[in-house]
């Protein structure tokens, strides 16, 4: 992940990501609890904890936060309100194996250097979606 907080925080969107501590916390319990990157501070080595988390704490929503699912009226789960492109749960290790491999039967159509490391995940508007 990108360390790099003065650039997290120059990408996050100036809101706040939570409307209160009741849905910012459960929704940290149901995705940061399990994360590599939250990991060192879950150990007692807050100063090497998850920087989006921190953003979030001083009312930012970091980019890397997409919306989750919504119902038809605009609900949402508070586990499922945002989806972090960054989580990587703490049993698959440390990072994806470099280089990442093709799988078997795929073929490519251009080198993957400089690619690998990026998700390519997108929220497509449902105004979009309908369109197409």
């Known amino acids: 992940m990108n360390s790099d907080h003065d650039q997290l925080y120059d990408e996050s969107r100036d ?3 939570f409307a209160n ?13 399990t994360c590599i990157h939250d990991r060192p501070a879950r150990h007692g080595d807050e100063g090497n904890g998850c920087p989006l988390i921190v953003l979030a704490l001083v009312g930012r929503t970091p980019a890397q936060w997409l919306d989750g699912p919504r119902d038809e009226n605009g609900r949402y789960s508070i586990a499922s309100q945002y989806t972090c492109t960054e ?6 290790g440390p990072a994806d194996p ?6 078997p039967g795929q073929g490519e159509l251009f080198a ?10 997108t929220a497509v508007p449902e105004s979009d979606a309908a369109r197409a």
């Open 15 to 17: 809101q706040r990501p």
């Open 21 to 33: 501590g009741t849905e910012g916390y459960g929704w940290f319990a149901a995705n940061c609890e």
């Open 87 to 92: 989580y990587r749960h703490e049993d698959d």
């Open 98 to 103: 470099r280089p990442i491999p093709t799988p």
């Open 112 to 121: 993957r250097d400089g690619f690998e490391g990026h998700r390519m995940l």
